[in-house]
Nanobody
Framework: VQLVESGGGLVQAGGSLRLSCAASGRNFVGYAMGWFRQAPGKEREFVAA????????YYADSVRGRFIISRNNLENTVYLQMNSLKPEDTAVYYCAADPSIVTIQDPVGGIDYWGKGTLVTVSS
């Protein structure tokens, strides 16, 4: 099983980036997908999650209104559109997959699958 993130990079404050995560290696029908991030010296934190049907989306307070999570189940891909980026959004962003929409929001809850991360750097 592989979750491969892409789309990270360097952007100025106020700019936008779109992260992608391609999942492969098993049947992900019914799986919730999520994004987490980890800044230098800090613990990994929840960013956003989306249910299989896309009917339920969840966001951390720090990104609500600026980030949008979406998915394409035919392509087994989840996206994170990040707008109005701030320097404090600088982190390695990780994609995750789990059958539970509850578990997918907990960075230490035993999520089934993780990607290796993509670095986002926001300059001031």
């Amino acid at each position: 099983v592989q979750l491969v993130e892409s789309g990270g990079g360097l952007v100025q404050a106020g700019g936008s980036l779109r992260l992608s995560c391609a999942a492969s290696g098993r049947n992900f029908v019914g799986y919730a997908m999520g994004w987490f991030r980890q800044a230098p010296g800090k613990e990994r934190e929840f960013v956003a999650a989306i249910s299989w049907s896309s009917g339920r989306n969840y966001y951390a307070d720090s990104v609500r209104g600026r980030f949008i999570i979406s998915r394409n189940n035919l392509e087994n891909t989840v996206y994170l559109q990040m707008n109005s980026l701030k320097p404090e959004d600088t982190a390695v962003y990780y994609c995750a997959a789990d059958p539970s929409i509850v578990t997918i929001q907990d960075p230490v809850g035993g999520i089934d699958y993780w990607g290796k991360g993509t670095l986002v750097t926001v300059s001031s």
